[in-house]
Every structure is written in C-alpha cells, then in structure tokens.
C-alpha cells in the first residue's frame, strides 16, 4: 500500500501517519519528493484498513499494490486451471460447447433440442428452469419440473447439463440434478448464493455482473473459491454501456484480461452479449480465435414462438451451421471440441 | 404495441404479420408510408409475445408503447405516495433524514450514534447488520446481534430502525426487528428477494442497481407491489459510469423522472453516491432542492476507525451541521423535517 | 510517480529502474515490502515518460503522483477566480443566469427573445449561429449574419452575448462580436481550437466533453490557459452513459469536485443534461444549491416551432417562473444574481 | 415517424396533431388501442420537425422509423463497398494491415520501420505528424517534416501512407502528402473538419468517437460522404466504459452490426482498444475471425524509448509474429493480405 500525501502536508502529519503505521506492526517507507511525499507500508495490510488512512491530514490518496483475491489469482497460481465437468474439461486445450434454450418451456422441446444440439457436437445442454425476469408479469419458469426434463435429456443423449440457480433455494434444488450450476450476471455478487455454491462444491459457471469490473467478478469467484470450491469457470456475456444497437457490449478483452490475472478457464455468451441472431455467428468465430475455452449459445426449436429471449436464438439449421464455421478455427489453435 | 416493416418487406410479409395479430384476438392497424410500412397492435399485448415478432420475415424492429409495470405506474396512480414508516412519513410535503453507521459494528458505537443523530434531527437510524462486501475477507457484520443492538437503540431514542437484508433467511430475521427493510443496490434484481418482501409487507426501501435503468428499477419495484405490498421508496445512490473522480454517478435526474413516472417517493444516498465526505453536504443540498423525500447518510463517531466506508461518513459535528445548513432549504420548499 | 514492482521482479530488474532514473537526473527511493517492491521517484518527471517504464522487465505498473494540470490547478492557486465578462462577473458570490435559444433562426425572434431573458433578469443572451449537428441534413446556423444580430441584442438590451465556435474559422469571426465564446462538449479536445481560444484572449465558457473525465477536462483548460488566457469559465452539460430517461446524465457532483480540484468557475446546462423541458426547474434549483456558478438555458419564443432543441427549451413564461423561483435561493446561498 | 400519445389524450388532441400533419403535406394514420392512440406520420418527414412535435399537448413520444443517413446506408446501397487506396483495396476479400509508430519521432526510426512493417507483410505505414494529446505539455508532433519523412518512406518502400488531421489546417497539408487521411476519435464530430474531407475527395479512415453510437459514427461518415467523397473506412477504436482493466473497450460487436446497417469497410485498431501490447494479438486474430477488414497497429523499433504509447506498442519481432500469426486465419476466411 502506497500513501500519497498533499502537497502542503507537514513535517508533523507526515510523522504521525509514520506513526500510525508503526503502531499497526508495519513499516513505513519514505520518499520525499520535490512536490509531494511518499510513504510505502511495508507487511501485512490486512492489519490496517487502508481507507480510513484517506481521512488523516495531509494525506492526498491512497494507493493499493495488491489484488484482494487470492486463490483464482494468477499470481499465486500460474498455471491455468482446466476443469472437469461430467464427461467434459474445460479450460486451455479445449473449447467446450453449451447449448440449449433460454427456458424450458416443456418437456418435448427440451429433448427435441438435446437431440439437435448433441447430433450438431454440443458437449452441454444449457436451459432455464428458474428465470430471473425485469417484469414480474413475464414467465418465471418450470423450476424442479424443468430440472427433472434436464435430466432425462442427460440420460437419453449423454449431454452434461447446465442450469441457473437463482436463490438459495433453487440452489438447493438444482445441485441434485445438473453437471454445472450457473450463477447468473444478476446474482455475481449476490454473495450469500456465492458461499452456499462454495459450500455445494459443485462446478459453477460465474457469469459477469452487468456493469461489473474484473477485478468485482474475480473477487465474486474468490467468495466460491474461499469456501473450498475450486471448480469455477468464468463466462463473459457483455457489459452495459451506452451503445444500444447490441443488447450488451460484449468486452471481448475480457479473455486475455482474465488470462493475464486468474488461472480460471473463461468462456462467452454470445447470445446475451448481442442479442441478435445473425450477429452470433461471427461474434463466436471471434471468441474462439481470442482464446475462449468455449461457447454458451441459445438455441430452440422454433425461435419464433419461444417464451423468451426468441431473437437470440438459433434454430437447428443454425446451430449446425455455426457449428461447421467454428470447428476448422478451433482446429487452427489445436482446440478439442469433444 | 407498434411493428416497423423493413423497407423492403413484401405485401406478402405484411399480411402474414396482420394475420398473427389477428390470430391471437388482437387487432393490427396498417400505415403504408413511402419507404416502410408500420403495423400498430391493438388489445392486450400480453397476448402476445412482441420479442418474436421480430423474428418473423419482413420485420426491422418492434416498439413498445406501454410500461410493463402498472401498480407503480404514475399513469394509473396520478397522486403520489406518501409512506407512513413507524412514526415517520415519506413523501411529498416531508423531507426525512435516516442517518447511522454504514456497519453496526459493535453495541456502544451505535447507541452513540443513534442518541447524536436523533439530537441532530434525523428520524431513521440505519446500520448495516448484513453487509455485502466486494471481497470475502472484509468484515461481514454482526448479523442478528447487530440487529438487537438496533432494536435497543430504537427504545432508547425513539428514532426509527432501517437494516438491510441481503438474503431470505437476513429477511426473515430482519422484519422481527426494524421498521423498514433495505434491499441493496446488488440486490435490486435478486428477484426471490423481492417477492419475499413483498409478502412479509414491510416497508422497504429499495435502492437503484449499480447499472440498472429507471424502468428496470420500477419494474423492480412493481415485484413487490405486486404481491401486495404498497409501502416502498425508492433510493437513488450513484450509477456506475467512465468517471472515476466520485464513487459512482449520482443520477439526480432520476428524481424528476421517477416524479414523472411514478407515484412513489424517492430519496437520495449521497454517502454511497461520492464516497467523499467533502462532497456531501453540497449534494444533500442539491437533493432537497430537486425535490428528493429524503436522504439516507453515514454517520460515525470515528470515520478514521470505522470498519468499512469510513471516507464517506461524517462525524456526529458534521452531521449536526449538515442539519443546520438543510433546514432553510427545507422551510423554502415547506417541508417538514419532523 | 511510483513505480510498482511484480511479486516476482528480480533485484537485477530492481536496480536496473533505480539506475535508469538516475540517468535521467532523478532520485529513486527503494521500499521493498514482503511482497511487491516499490520505487518512489523523486524530481523533475517530465524528464521520464513514465508510460515506457511499464514495459522495463519487472514493472508491474506506475501510478501517477500529480496533475499534469498546473495553471487552473487549486494546489498551486488556492484562491477561487472570478472571472469578469461585459458587465458581468462569473464565480463565487454571484450566479449568473445565461439564457436564450439554441439557434439563432432569424432576427427578429432573437431579439424578441433578448427583451424577454433581460426582463426575466438573465445577464446573458445566448444563442448559436454555428451548429455542430448530428446530421449532414439538419439546419447548420446562420454563421456571420447570427452574430450581427447577437450584436443587434447586445446594443437593445444591454444584456452581454456569448456563442459557440465549432472551428477556427468561426472563432476569429466570432471574436469580433461576443463577449464570450462557447467550447462545445464536441469539441473540448478540439486542440487546435483549445490554442486559439488561449490565443485571442476572448473569455471562454468550456463544456465539458460527452464522455470526458474531470481530469481530461480541466487539462483541455489548461491548454486554454497555457496560451496565456486565464478567462476560463467551465460548464457541466451532462455525460454519456447506459440511462436513457433523460438525454444525458448531468454530473451534478462534479462542481463540488470542480472546487476541490481547481479554482475555475462552473455553470450547469439544464437543458442538455436533462433534453426535458419539465426537468430543467428542479434541476436548476440543485444546480444552485449544489454551489454551481450560474446557469445556461434554453428559452425560445416558441419551442414548438424551433429549428433545433424545441423539447427542451422554456416558453418565456417558464424563464420568469423559473427566475421566480431560484431567486429565494440565491438568497439564502448569498449569491448575486445581477 | 410515429406519434404516441399519451393514455389521457383528448380526441381533441389526437385531431390536432392530424391536423399539424396534414397541414405540413403529409398523410396521419391513426390506430386507436384500449390504452393509448397511435399516430403513423407519412411522407418526407423532413418537412416535419418530429422533435417539436414532442412539444404539443397530448403527445407521449416520437419514434423515428428511418435513420438519417443515407450514402452510407446499406438498405440503399445494398452491396459492399471496396474503396481503393494507393496500391491497396480495403473491403471484402481482402484484410489490410497498417503498421507504424503512434508518432513521427524523426527521420530514422520513421524509415527503419517501415522497411521492417513492409518485410512483414503490412501494405500501409502509419505515422503520426499531428498529435492530439491531453496534456498541452505533451510531445504534439513534427507537423509538414513529418509529412515529409512519410513521403519518404514510402518511396523508399512501396508501402501506403496515412497520417491523422487534427484541423482544416493539418487536412490541408497532409492532403498534398498522403495516401489516405485519418480523422480521429476526438475529431468524429469535427463537422467542419469532416466536411473539407469530404471536399478534398482524399480516402479518409474515420475512427470512431470515444463514445459515439453507431448511429452517430454513421452519421459522420454521411458528412464526408455528402460533400462527394464515397472513399470512406470506418475504424474501430474502443469505447469509453467503467471498465479500466484496458485502456478503452473494444466493441468487437461493432463489425457486424456495420455489415448490417452500411456498406463501407470496417478495420479495428487493437493498440488504442487495449493500450496493452500483450493483449494486441489475440485481439488481432478475433478481428479478423469477426470479420472486420484489416487493423491499424502501433509499432515502434524502440517501444520503451516511444515518445507516445509506448506500452501498446510491438516492437518490430512482435509485429513479425503477429503477420505470421494471423496468416491462417486470413486463409480460413478467404482474405487476401497483399
């Protein structure tokens, strides 16, 4: 932690922050520099909050060294983790595909859709049976019921599975049926749902808050990893800004940001992130060549009469289709796709 | 609902839509211009689906008319709310000031708090019991005990308790104790979170998502109302944007928007807005005169001590001079600050 | 400026820093702390491009200790300015009310709306003559001719002028007729423009970019300054970001950040933050109470007919009102409003 | 255009805006629903000024049906443009890279790169001669000898040049020497600027603004477009977000909404996107998968000794990797990169 001082800061103030420091069992370096002084603390920060040192006079700003999370950081962990869920792995080597609809509407579209996506080279069926929605009047999903269809599509086509948890009851419920929970962007710091998914150990796929930083998503992964649970893939799907022709901009840096910070595998939405069809196809193209470990990507029978999120869905044809474009791109970066 | 034609969808295309309209008990209104044709959707939308209309051959995009939220609705409920918590009132005609710790973080701290606030004028004492926190190794709170310690603090001062409630089982806990219930920031979209204190019907204040719009936090708040519970005011408390100077954004302008837009009262959190206690006093002023219900403040007897937010809580003296300075402000705009 | 060493920087790569910046004339103080090492660097740093040093081996990243801004700096002038413009002066004890149409659309209702703003007891006309828009198609200005007429108001009403210059060309034009020029949000890094502006010595009023930090801002002013013009007066007029409400989202923090950080005036634009006739009253009020220098508004003898701006302008009726009613508020705040 | 009115409008209302229509030469279409009137407006709606209509009593909203550009419109010019510049051709089918340093430093570093980008494989060398920098106290350029040194360049090595314009006066001189103009994100609304461009009839590369929508980047390209200058290559930058993990926010989702909405070429400059060299060549690869049509980099023969942009800066090994790199990409899709 670095402690800048003003420019007019005393001889005295500077003394007694020194003090303070040394009081904490730290050590206080300092640089006094032709405009402003320095005072590097040297030891355990932990040992002192270091926003309240913004409040003692003559101190300017604060600056910290250090990254809070510990044990997703890449720092402290070099080497990329590669995470085994059901039948699949996911992380640097492979390029996992997820696919399935937005919500479970029913029984026959859901194995409809298993079908379609497996035959097509999915390794995940992905479906809501719990969906968060903006309006209360909107569906809210089939809950046990749809984890029960998930689970049958599981057995009748050897696909993992993937559902949302949306509370801690959800969760409850859903760590009996599915391969993967995925905690969704509205919940990433719902911090309660992090423990219990912590405590479940089961694999979970973190989404990215809608307006929240790295650094906010990596802390959100180190609250599952600090009770334990290591198996934890991150999934960028776009933040809000202000351009509105996409649904969400989708912060495609993310990839190589995460790479650089966090040993955690990091795979992208495509769907949400646009919000339109035909941009898909491209926009997953893109993932895979700026390193992904896969894809999440919306798919139904019949995007036309789906219950939600219908334009940013693919069809069958669709899906087969994007899945031909992606597979000489992931055989260029000697990606496995199965 | 209205449905814009691309310009060169065929005649064929046009009826096809009208058609579907129809076929779901809804009527379609045809205007051919030059270069587009636009559809307009009469009857209850709910009907139908508009996401998918956009799927079909022909369409460019669709426009919504009517807000998804009814209860809060100015449009449906002309005269605005005012909201009797324990002995207070929120809303127009009041200007109610909640002032406390932004962690109760042990018994003494608080009940000097609350006496120094209640002398200073404030009728709400707030104190954080669950505390959501970016990282897992920052304090947490005291949870239930702190929530006793508020009770007492209530007996001792008559002031009214506010606490926030970060999961179901912090709900539950808390509605035994204070008179109005928190939901966060983080917390604005936790959808189960909202129904739940929806049912418990006690008064809550729920504040703006980081990243949420206006219309998504009316459509957060018509969650509530619509499992019957009328007693909500909205917080306003920083939005997050580019700028890196404050904490977050404050949003000032929502408060004539939401006047606009809904009957509900709406107040502001300047505290959490800059995070700097230089900036407070300015912005409370500016909210009292924008015309916001109220301000919920930080309030420590040691910012430098305190165990989170101390950058952004004023002393118990800069509290009671804040109160000097908005009362003027509040005679000029008639509002009773008791 | 500080430089932060990675966790796992080699002493070699330590001293190779501490050598460099001492080859550039500069000091480097070493604190090495249990986990990252940190060099403090003493001196002149214009000396060192500090953005190259993070791409030495072992540099983790630097930090800035100081404002590249000096002249409109607070650190280094302390005493806030005022600035004189006509007969009129801009900064702390005064408010000064600026008010007129967007476009200058022809003469005679520019001077009818010059009468109608001076007996309202605005001490400004303002009004475009160069119009930055949008699109190619939309009305451009009436150039040299508006500003005659400008000029025409000046002589009838005593009221001083202040106009936008979109390029060198129109500002050597306009500086033969205003009291003031307009920076627009546009062109605030408009340098070339910026240097002029310093150059001629003309009182500038200085929007604040779309999408610019408080930072970029007041060095965009510091280019004004460093040509030798002090006359800077700055105006908040709304930042882009994700809500949609209102045209912008006014930051209406930034003038007390603006006062913390330099010693320039600030004004607020109501009718661009908000784009919302019926928003602009309570947001002039907050403008004023949050210590704001003045403000400039829209008023247009017929909004409806307006050429650009309409939704936001005021009718003539709604400038008095509003002069009404933020009189008792100047009151109260000492602030001279003539 | 289509008019909403609000659920409270009068029939009498409703029968003036009709009237105002109908009055301005064009035809009203009314669809009556339960809860609101809608009101499609056709004919050429720039006889209308929609915003104004906003204004009259009873109106809720405006929605605009078509954009206001239209050169550069796709729906009107449904096939893509290749725009031939030198001895390159930038569009479909091809994938052109532009390499060199973000500023002109002198002769030798300017030449010794360009024989190394041309080795490599890129077809344009950059170069910045104005430079438009934050701080007035910032290196700002060479000007015209820069110009010169270019000109040498390339008829030392048969590479293409482009250089920024920064106001009438740099469009002027570089004009004489380029192959191609660049205007810059701070200058994508300079309309003044955009507008000599488009008299000069010189290739222009407009990058977009910091946080220009689409929309907006569109609409200044239909600037230079309307003046008679078609040879036009948007560039995409990044967009201003909260996020500061990279230096701005590369929209990738940007290319295809492009492909959608117009028919010029789009290029991405991955050094400004992420001001990080260790995340330009993942970022380059996802470019060219998204399919966008070449990319502008920042090359530099000494990255630490740069007197801008270093650190986002390759050093003339890396931008040997990064050609080699991308090669089988640009085979997968069928470009030609020569």
Redesign the interface.
Known sequence: M?I?M???ASEEAVLKIKQIIEDNGLQA????????T?V?????K?KL?S??????EGVDKI?S??E??KLVNK?FHPDDSVISVGTAKIGPGHFTMMAGPCAIENHDMLLETAFAVKKAGAQFLRGGAYK???????FQGLEEEGLKFMQEAREATGLNIICEA?????LETAVKYVDMVQIGA??M?????L?EAGKAGVPVLLKRG??A????WL?AA??IA?EGNPNIVLCERG????????RN?????????IR?KSHLPVIIDPSH??GV???IE??S???????ADGLIVEVHPC?????????QSLTFEQFDHLMDELR??AE?SRRNTK
Chains 1, 2, 3, 4 share one sequence.
């Open positions: 670095i800048i003003k420019p007019n370096h300092l640089s006094k520099g032709t405009q402003v320095i590097g603390v040297v030891g355990d932990s909050l926003a309240n040192i913004e409040l003692i600056v060294v250090t809070s999370y720092k968060p929605r903006t309006s209360p009047y909107a949306t509370s801690l009851r959800s509205r919940n710091q719902n911090f309660e749902l423990k809608l307006c930083t790295i650094d906010e802390n180190e609250y600090s933040i809000r800004t202000y351009e509105t022709a996409t901009t989708l912060d495609i840096s993310a990839v190589p940001v650089s992130a646009t069809r035909a941009y491209p926009i193209k893109a993932s895979l060549a700026v390193g995007p036309a009469c789906a219950l939600s999120d219908g334009p000489p791109y260029l």
